[in-house]
């Protein structure tokens, strides 16, 4: 990020635009700091509708 320029946003800037886009859609508060460590405490929206893969195989069987 940006297109032409991928993987150069600082990990700090990277955190920013994630926190920002998770504020935007009422994830998060003003007020809280997207780090390493908080980032994966997040409870997102839809969380506990998704089926865990692992370790079952979740692609169907194809002959």
């Known amino acids: 990020m940006p297109f032409d320029r991928p993987a150069s946003l600082q990990p700090d800037e990277l955190y920013a635009v994630v926190a920002y886009l998770l504020n935007q859609n009422k994830v998060i508060g003003d007020s809280e700091e997207m780090n ?3 980032l994966p405490k997040v409870k997102m929206p839809s969380q506990d509708q998704f089926k865990p893969c692992w370790p079952v ?3 169907p069987d194809v002959p």
């Open 57 to 59: 195989e979740c692609r």
């Open 36 to 38: 390493a460590t908080t």
